[in-house]
């Protein structure tokens, strides 16, 4: 049993001055029961609590640390960086060298904007497709998460999936009604969508690999029936990939999947952790953006100079070193068998989906290929695994509404015990 008292206290503390004690509500681990950890440092694979546990970090931040955390040649480019001034409010060159990699690494991406988290990236895009089109209505895939946006907040994954909020108060009606849902995979859903709303539909924004209800994969021709319909509707297909991206290959769920997108969101990754984001894609549409265009989007914080650095620093790492995608998704991959074997030794029923280096388990006994699917498993079995393996020292994302995401920095050693302490939960369960 591991000492969490600091953590204990820590908690107590901040909830008199944080709602729920955190700043985000997943971390809270209202869902899974128990104490949230507060972390105070991590190298490479692994993550300190404040009572100095060590952890097994499957979360990676919610993704950006492909190379692990504190990756050398990142912290010092900020070090360096931040001597020379934490922002200016005015261009500089490394906004250009940002702009320029992002668009020889990603397909689709002619030009692209910085703004600062992967939320502004969606709602940014989302107003771009819609001044574009001149049309108001747009299609998300249920239990998919683009962040915070009032329209976005509708059917969400994540933490909405993980505590059950239908309905934000707060997102007004007149919002939420342009926002129109449908099942993931479900392509006939969002045909008859496009029916029952001809030429209203500005966009089709999806999670191209879903993360945000777990490990969600799409079922072959889906996202090609989506680009289909777009091209015929002239409907704008935007691809969330503030996960996927340079996290499935060096341009990201596009290039891996053979899909065009119109536009391109991405989130923490661009940062190597720091706090930005970015829109991207096609000419034609990118020029509508103020000072071009009309549709104005703006911010002080966009190209900040210490997140372009980290970014810049880790996006090279990344396209100068393709061996980095074959050893994350051998990693995965490994995982996966010795989970797939360890569960297996149990009497619970379990899927386990993957793709690259984002994997998750459900307990269920069906197949789980959307929202539906992912909500209906033993969701109340995945609480107890992640506090068995909590304790065994292994930080899994605290829901089952969570992909786990797999770093570089992980060794074949520590998937190992991974799934030791899997076999050990299963046989005790
Ligand atoms: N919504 C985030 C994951 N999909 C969680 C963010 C956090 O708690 O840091």
Not at 306 to 318: C, D, E, F, R, V
Request: aromatic letters at 10%.
């Amino acid at each position: 049993m591991k000492i969490t008292t600091r953590s204990q206290e820590l908690f107590e503390r901040a909830q008199k001055t944080i709602p729920g004690g955190v700043n985000s509500p997943v971390r809270a681990f209202r869902s899974v029961g128990g104490t949230p950890l507060f972390m105070e440092r991590a190298k490479g694979a692994y993550m300190f609590d404040a009572d100095g546990n060590r952890y097994v970090d499957y979360i990676n931040s919610w993704g950006p640390m492909i190379l692990g955390h504190a990756y050398e040649p990142v912290v010092e480019a900020i070090c360096e960086k931040a001597a020379h001034s934490t922002s200016f409010g005015a261009p500089t060159e490394l906004e250009i060298e940002m702009a320029e990699l992002i668009c020889s690494m990603a397909p689709n991406v002619d030009m692209v904007r910085m703004v600062s988290s992967g939320t502004e990236a969606c709602m940014s895009a989302l107003r771009l497709a819609r001044g574009y089109t001149g049309r108001n209505k747009f299609i998300k895939f249920e239990g998919c998460y683009h962040g915070h946006a009032d329209a976005f907040l509708v059917k969400a994954g994540s933490g909405l999936a993980t505590f059950n909020i239908q309905t934000v108060p707060g997102v007004t009606a007149g919002v939420s009604i342009d926002t129109l849902t449908a099942p993931y995979n479900d392509l006939e859903a969002v045909e008859q969508l496009v029916k029952q709303y001809p030429g209203e539909i500005a966009a089709i924004i999806i999670e191209p690999v879903a993360g945000n209800m777990g490990c969600i994969i799409p079922e072959p021709g889906f996202l090609q029936g989506l680009r289909d319909i777009c091209d015929k509707e002239g409907i704008v297909f935007i691809f969330d990939e503030v996960m996927t991206g340079f996290r499935l290959a060096a341009g990201g769920a596009q290039e891996r999947l053979g899909i065009d997108a119109d536009l391109v969101t991405y989130g923490k990754v661009i940062g190597g952790g720091l706090p930005v984001g970015a829109f991207g894609g096609k000419r034609a549409i990118m020029e509508h953006i103020a000072p071009l265009g009309n549709v104005y989007q703006a911010g002080t914080l966009s190209g900040n100079p210490i997140a372009m650095i980290a970014g810049y620093t880790m996006l090279k790492t990344l396209k100068d070193n393709p061996a980095i995608y074959k050893d994350i998704d051998d990693k995965t991959a490994y995982l996966h068998a010795g989970l797939e074997k360890a569960l297996s030794t149990g009497s619970s029923p379990f899927v386990i989906n993957r793709f690259g280096s984002m994997i998750s388990v459900h307990f269920s006994d069906k197949i789980v290929n959307n929202f539906a699917s992912a909500a209906a498993a033993n969701n109340a079995l995945f609480n107890k695994f992640f506090h068995g393996m909590l304790t065994d020292g292994f930080y899994l994302p605290p829901s089952a509404f969570e992909t786990w995401f797999i770093s570089k920095a992980l060794s074949f050693e520590d998937i190992d015990e991974t799934v030791f302490a899997t076999q050990n939960f299963i046989s005790n369960f």
